[in-house]
């Protein structure tokens, strides 16, 4: 079975660049536990298309993950104000949960 990643990398450098191609390339790396990597990708796909809120909630967990939390909850607002605009409750309610969760680990104060 081929390797996602791989495809993926080689439609990258065939010139094939765009939102759902980073997306897939930020999943793909955050499968693999390397969320660095994945929010290199996630950011690139936001740039893309700054109304992807699949990609602003992925981009704020791989922001997470890497253990860059102010960076993380600047991702989820944006991503919750990307996803209200557009209709998306369920996206905009589960970047709130995760928002929530980052201001407390910051001590930041919450609706909560």
Not at 38 to 61: C, I, N
Not at 63 to 78: K, M, N, Q, S, V
Not at 88 to 111: H, P, T
Request: proline share 4%; charged share 30%.
């Amino acid at each position: 079975m081929p390797d996602p990643l791989e495809n993926f990398l080689a439609m990258l450098a065939g010139g094939r660049d765009g939102a759902l191609l980073r997306y897939s390339l930020g999943n793909e790396y955050l499968k693999r536990g390397e969320p660095a990597e994945a929010a290199a990708h996630l950011q690139r796909a936001v740039e893309h298309d700054p109304k992807y809120s699949a990609a602003w909630k992925l981009l704020g967990r791989a922001l997470a993950e890497a253990g860059r939390a102010d960076a993380a909850l600047a991702a989820y607002r944006e991503g919750i104000a990307v996803a209200e605009a557009r209709g998306d409750k369920q996206a905009a309610r589960e970047m709130g949960v995760f928002a929530r969760r980052i201001e407390k680990q910051l001590g930041l104060k919450s609706d909560d």
